[in-house]
């Protein structure tokens, strides 16, 4: 089941860093839904989040089925911005510790996640400087 993530009064917004592209404010998997929202009520943080089914992804991306999401902005800062840190690091370790996450890339951590198996995916930090990867298991 699909829905959209809600948007807490302005605390999570839907802004493409690309404007002639559609918003990314589309359905995605309920479960994605709920971790997104969870992370933001308990961090008390504002997220961009830029992209969702739509934009350029890997040819075998959870983008493409509803069951990942891009954020660029944490409290209205750039994720790599170095006064922004401490935020990017609460929002991602929160986001690795949920139940049905399943990748979760960024600055700081880079992990894929099967059941309860975590696997380490250092790789992926490079290309996850400027934005954290969130997907869902389901």
Do not use: W
């Not at 990314?24 to 994605?32: A, D, G, T």
């Not at 992370?39 to 830029?50: A, C, P, Q, W, Y």
């Not at 999401?69 to 935020?87: E, M, Q, R, V, W």
């Amino acid at each position: 089941m699909k829905r959209k993530i809600l948007s807490f009064n302005g605390k999570i917004t839907f802004i493409n860093d690309e404007p002639s592209k559609p918003s990314p404010n589309l359905p995605v998997s309920e479960f994605l839904a709920k971790i997104i929202e969870h992370v933001v009520r308990t961090t008390n943080l504002s997220i961009n989040v830029n992209s969702t089914t739509g934009g350029t992804h890997s040819k075998t991306s959870f983008h493409y089925y509803g069951m990942a999401i891009d954020i660029n902005l944490i409290n209205g800062k750039k994720i790599d911005d170095p006064t922004n840190s401490a935020n990017v690091k609460k929002v991602q370790q929160l986001l690795s510790l949920q139940a049905d996450i399943g990748e979760c890339f960024g600055p700081f951590i880079n992990i894929r996640k099967k059941g309860t198996k975590i696997i380490q995916k250092p790789q992926m930090k490079a290309k996850h400087l400027n934005h954290l990867h969130i997907s869902s298991q389901r």
